[in-house]
């Protein structure tokens, strides 16, 4: 709890900072806050604790993925300090970016439905705000105006289906739903199923499963490449942890409801994604497909075994995220140095270190070992091939080889193409920040046991 009480006073802190005038040491204060964060996390473990009448509870589960939140949060602000100091607003700007990251935190720690809503909102609003905070192109403005209204619509199902669950149970506490559950297995009115098919729906649209990832594409592609950045890793995460939180406790017992439902969604999102992406010329909407392909696999692993996949996930998620920030800092970096043409063509004679750090993170996505993602994939299709979704497992290894295609298509343009832009030139701050990803890189995927044995309580 005292990690989000650090977020929300630097979000208070930015807010005030252009009046009391320390703009330019605020970018530190924020990375400083965000460490000093992740500490305080880690003080908690093995100390669960409740909060507010149990609508908030940090136990393993919701402090290990506070922890991943605030880490990631640190690179990307790294990544981002450009994005800040170009743009007028810059503190309103952090200011909204922190408050989203506490949505963030109270999404993975919620156990009142109450509280879940009041982390999505808090985040919702801060994204579709910052997806169209360049103001000056087109495209941003579309994504802003379609994130919200989708957004809406989503939040709309998720109401509905908070209501139905409460007016069948009489509580909106997570723990209390499930031994209501319990006790009345058989007594459960029909809207009682309807009300969790529409949480199903409205998860879905956060985390972005086909058939509700119709606004990901556009929207990644629209917003900066910064805010795409966020959205793909830590408001992922954020919805992975509150999806897994739900339907792993209260309603694991009434599987049988949603459970062939999810199966579906996670067959479409294995393959419907990952084909489209390979039919992309844009490296930016590439990612955004991909990223969504992604949770094809967190959610088959999900499927797999609902109660005890939280490590699998996590570790999943944990490698993904700083492959997919190493990716986005990369096309950032790009798009900085020609903005009217963003080419990975002859990458590599333009910038080598920039070209080799996309290829660790490209194939690192694609799960090639030894590289961390390939541990995930790994991990998710024996945990799968284990509990008897074998087919799922076939199907996501095809899916695995679609992704290794058009990752290696910008991987060749990068080494063999022909240069059409300008060298680009990195300073140290950026360089220090490659080289800590490449060592989370290859250290998660050399030494997979370390992280596993540590998620292992979680």
């Given at each position: 709890?005292?990690?989000?009480?650090?977020?929300?006073?630097?979000?208070?802190?930015?807010?005030?900072?252009?009046?009391?005038?320390?703009?330019?040491?605020?970018?530190?204060?924020?990375?400083?806050?965000?460490?000093i964060a992740v500490g305080l996390a880690a003080s908690d473990w093995?100390?669960?604790?409740?909060?507010?009448?149990?609508?908030?509870?940090?136990?393993?589960?919701?402090?290990?993925?506070?922890?991943?939140?605030?880490?990631?949060?640190?690179?990307?602000?790294?990544?981002?300090?450009?994005?800040?100091?170009?743009?007028?607003?810059?503190?309103?700007?952090?200011?909204?970016?922190?408050?989203?990251?506490?949505?963030?935190?109270?999404?993975?720690?919620?156990?009142?439905?109450?509280?879940?809503?009041?982390?999505?909102?808090?985040?919702s609003i801060s994204m579709y705000v910052l997806a169209g905070s360049?103001?000056?192109?087109?495209?941003?403005?579309?994504?802003?105006?379609?994130?919200?209204?989708?957004?809406?619509?989503?939040?709309?199902?998720?109401?509905?289906?908070?209501?139905?669950?409460?007016?069948?149970?009489?509580?909106?506490?997570?723990?209390?739903?499930?031994?209501?559950?319990?006790?009345?297995?058989?007594?459960?009115?029909?809207?009682?199923?309807?009300?969790?098919?529409?949480?199903?729906?409205?998860?879905?649209?956060?985390?972005?499963?086909?058939?509700?990832?119709?606004?990901?594409?556009?929207?990644?592609?629209?917003?900066?490449?910064?805010?795409?950045?966020?959205?793909?890793?830590?408001?992922?995460?954020?919805?992975?942890?509150?999806?897994?939180?739900?339907?792993?406790?209260?309603?694991?017992?009434?599987?049988?409801?949603?459970?062939i439902v999810l199966t579906v969604m996670t067959l479409l999102t294995?393959?419907?994604?990952?084909?489209?992406?390979?039919?992309?010329?844009?490296?930016?909407?590439?990612?955004?497909?991909?990223?969504?392909?992604?949770?094809?696999?967190?959610?088959?692993?999900?499927?797999?075994?609902?109660?005890?996949?939280?490590?699998?996930?996590?570790?999943?998620?944990?490698?993904?995220?700083?492959?997919?920030?190493?990716?986005?800092?990369?096309?950032?970096?790009?798009?900085?140095?020609?903005?009217?043409?963003?080419?990975?063509?002859?990458?590599?004679?333009?910038?080598?270190?920039?070209?080799?750090?996309?290829?660790?993170?490209?194939?690192?996505?694609?799960?090639?070992?030894?590289?961390?993602?390939?541990?995930?994939?790994?991990?998710?299709?024996?945990?799968?091939?284990?509990?008897?979704?074998?087919?799922?497992?076939?199907?996501?290894?095809?899916?695995?080889?679609?992704?290794?295609?058009?990752?290696?298509?910008?991987?060749?343009?990068?080494?063999?193409?022909?240069?059409?832009?300008?060298?680009?030139?990195?300073?140290?701050?950026?360089?220090?920040?490659?080289?800590?990803?490449?060592?989370?890189?290859?250290?998660?995927?050399?030494?997979?046991?370390?992280?596993?044995?540590?998620?292992?309580?979680?």
């Amino acid at each position: 709890m005292n990690a989000l009480y650090v977020v929300c006073g630097l979000a208070f802190v930015s807010l005030v900072a252009e009046i009391a005038n320390y703009k330019k040491v605020l970018g530190a204060a924020i990375i400083l806050g965000l460490l000093i964060a992740v500490g305080l996390a880690a003080s908690d473990w093995d100390t669960p604790l409740h909060y507010f009448n149990d609508m908030v509870v940090f136990d393993h589960f919701s402090i290990a993925f506070t922890a991943l939140i605030l880490f990631i949060s640190v690179f990307w602000f790294w990544m981002s300090g450009d994005y800040f100091r170009r743009q007028s607003h810059q503190t309103d700007r952090s200011a909204l970016i922190l408050f989203a990251i506490t949505g963030a935190v109270i999404m993975v720690s919620f156990n009142n439905m109450a509280m879940l809503f009041l982390g999505i909102e808090i985040l919702s609003i801060s994204m579709y705000v910052l997806a169209g905070s360049n103001k000056e192109s087109l495209l941003s403005n579309e994504a802003a105006f379609k994130y919200f209204i989708m957004g809406s619509f989503a939040t709309g199902f998720l109401l509905m289906g908070i209501a139905l669950v409460y007016g069948a149970t009489g509580t909106f506490h997570l723990s209390q739903i499930t031994s209501y559950i319990s006790i009345h297995s058989g007594e459960l009115p029909a809207f009682f199923y309807a009300g969790v098919l529409l949480l199903l729906v409205g998860m879905a649209f956060k985390i972005s499963a086909v058939p509700f990832h119709f606004w990901a594409p556009d929207v990644y592609d629209g917003s900066p490449v910064t805010i795409t950045a966020f959205m793909s890793t830590i408001v992922k995460i954020a919805a992975v942890a509150a999806f897994f939180r739900i339907f792993s406790g209260c309603f694991s017992s009434v599987k049988a409801a949603w459970s062939i439902v999810l199966t579906v969604m996670t067959l479409l999102t294995l393959v419907i994604p990952n084909i489209t992406a390979a039919c992309q010329s844009s490296v930016k909407r590439m990612l955004a497909y991909s990223s969504v392909g992604h949770i094809g696999y967190i959610l088959l692993a999900f499927i797999a075994n609902t109660e005890s996949s939280a490590g699998t996930i996590y570790y999943y998620l944990a490698s993904y995220a700083v492959a997919s920030i190493t990716a986005f800092a990369v096309l950032h970096e790009v798009e900085k140095s020609n903005p009217a043409n963003v080419s990975f063509s002859g990458l590599f004679k333009r910038s080598p270190m920039l070209a080799v750090m996309m290829t660790l993170a490209l194939l690192s996505l694609a799960g090639i070992p030894p590289l961390a993602g390939f541990f995930g994939k790994y991990l998710v299709f024996s945990l799968a091939l284990q509990n008897g979704y074998g087919s799922l497992v076939i199907v996501g290894i095809i899916t695995s080889l679609i992704g290794v295609y058009y990752y290696f298509r910008v991987v060749s343009d990068m080494y063999l193409k022909e240069a059409t832009n300008s060298p680009i030139e990195l300073n140290a701050s950026i360089q220090i920040m490659f080289c800590l990803l490449v060592i989370l890189i290859l250290a998660a995927g050399i030494f997979p046991d370390v992280v596993i044995s540590i998620l292992a309580s979680a």
